[in-house]
């Protein structure tokens, strides 16, 4: 349509823009630093095993993800998570207690004392606070259900999707739709009925309900098909610096292959979108730099099913902070999507680190495995050794949307007004999750096309 389009990042959020953009005939150019399409999805086989090293699955928050996969033909390739991995666990005193699902779970459950169950009750009768921005996930979820339900429910849980601090988390910006139940229903169980019903005129899934999907062979099979689709994706092309001219934009790139486009996309990092942005704004890189990663390990454990005593029955545990363990949790892959491993064996995914505790790599990075195993190896009652184990260490995993994080979202709004045709995307803004990714994909794809429309 005349105007050149150019996307930096092939990770989940590039390669669906630049899908909707393709798909309606707008010129689109996609460059990736790296030799595949994928970005934090990242699936690699070995023997038996189907080993995801970023994310294990997806929550089906939006018709989006299906149509995307349809239209990139790998519907028949999506697999939904087993029943029986809708069970959770948590850790307490070293045993594995089920999250309760029901009311009748949560009176019998030992997971709280009666006092905290107690506590939980009174939710619907707490009034509304102040600004969510500025206050914290724990502040929101003591004040609301109190002390314990943050300990044993709302702090592993945070562990599990951020690998976050729930005290430096902002509730409003790292969770807004909690946060709008108590802003426009006045609590969260309130909100919880009345907001069920706002979705389902919307089509949109919560969290809580949406099914989790993967794919036959891996995450990474969505964003390479979606890649597959494009006419136009760049691999080993590292963008360095972009600077405006007149009213495009010159990315310039290490391999000296320099692009003049009416419109930019960035979808890398925020740490890595400061380094190319210099020339067009000093103060941006100040905001993207604050926006904090903390390191990430991944460790995949293949082990024979006969060795591991604890019943394989769920998705598998999360652990407290307060159980002060050396690990985040464990996911049990093979039970969540059988296809991971063979019949014999199961697989589970241990996450190690987050922004509680980065400095756990400070250390002899074998003896953290080998400690690490060795927890996770007596929780699951295992006799014996795994038969393999693969690690990947991510340094910057996942952004955090902290306290004071409204401020750099203002401040990006404000970059892109003062530099028409740039665009800023990326899990750093409009939530983490690959569902997210796919609905703030369609929006920015939105945005685009009316900036070039009018
Ligand atoms: C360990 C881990 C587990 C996770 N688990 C889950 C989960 O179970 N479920 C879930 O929904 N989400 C999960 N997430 C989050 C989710 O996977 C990510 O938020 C999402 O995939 C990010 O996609 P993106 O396209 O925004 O960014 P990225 O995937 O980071 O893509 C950015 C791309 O930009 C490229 N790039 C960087 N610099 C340059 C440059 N200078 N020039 C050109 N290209 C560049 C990178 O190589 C990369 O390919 C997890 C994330 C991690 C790290």
């Known amino acids: 349509m005349g105007k050149k389009i150019t996307i930096i990042g092939a990770g989940i959020s590039g390669l669906a823009t630049a899908y909707w953009l393709h798909k309606d005939g707008y010129d689109v150019t ?32 939006t018709p989006l993800i299906s149509l995307l996969a349809e239209e990139v033909g790998l519907k028949n390739e999506m697999i939904y998570a087993s029943s029986i991995s809708n069970k959770r666990y948590i850790l307490k005193n070293n045993h594995l207690h089920a999250l309760p699902m029901s009311a009748g779970g949560m009176i019998k459950t030992k997971l709280f004392t009666t006092k905290g169950k107690l506590r939980v009750l009174k939710e619907p009768f707490v009034g509304k606070s102040e600004d969510g921005y500025y206050q914290s996930i724990a502040d929101f979820v003591t004040r609301r259900l109190g002390h314990e339900f943050l300990d044993y429910a709302i702090d592993p849980f945070v562990s599990g999707v951020f690998a976050g601090n729930p005290h430096k988390l902002s509730v409003k910006s790292a969770f807004p739709k909690l946060y709008r139940l108590e802003e426009l229903y006045g609590g969260l169980v309130k909100g ?12 949109e899934e919560s969290k809580q309900s949406a099914k989790m999907f993967s794919f036959v062979n891996g995450m990474q099979s969505f964003p390479t098909a979606i890649a597959a689709n494009l006419k136009d994706v760049r691999y080993n092309y590292n963008v360095r610096e972009i600077i405006k001219e007149n009213n495009s934009y010159k990315i310039i ?7 003049i486009s009416d419109i930019v996309l960035s979808t890398v990092p925020a740490y890595t979108l400061a380094g190319i942005t210099t020339n067009l704004d000093m103060e941006l890189g100040k905001h993207l730099t604050d926006v904090y990663y903390p390191p990430v390990m991944v460790l995949y454990v293949g082990i024979e099913k006969s060795k591991i005593l604890q019943p394989l029955d769920g998705f598998g545990y999360l652990i407290p902070t307060k159980e002060k363990k050396n690990f985040l949790g464990a996911i049990w892959s093979s039970v969540i999507f059988p296809n991971r491993s063979n019949d014999t064996h199961a697989a589970f995914t241990i996450f190690v680190g987050g922004a509680k505790s980065p400095e756990i790599f400070n250390g002899d990075e074998d003896q953290l495995v080998n400690e690490v195993i060795k927890s996770f190896s007596s929780i699951m009652k295992v006799n014996g050794e795994p038969e393999i184990v693969r690690k990947r260490l991510w340094h910057k995993a996942i952004p955090q949307y902290n306290i004071g994080y409204i401020e750099h979202e203002k401040y990006f709004e404000q970059f892109e007004k003062n530099n028409p045709g740039f665009f800023i995307s990326g899990n750093f803004r409009g939530g983490i999750s690959v569902g997210d990714c796919v609905k703030n994909s369609d929006l920015v794809a939105n945005r685009i096309k009316v900036l070039i429309d009018n």
């Open 192 to 203: 919880m009925i009345k907001g069920a019903k706002e979705r389902k005129r919307s089509k």
């Open 253 to 259: 790139s290490d391999n000296n292959e320099d692009i």
């Open 30 to 61: 996609v460059l990736e630093a790296g030799n595949q399409p994928g970005g934090a999805m990242q699936t690699v086989k070995e023997d038996d095993y189907i080993i995801d090293f970023g994310p294990n699955s997806g929550l089906e928050t």
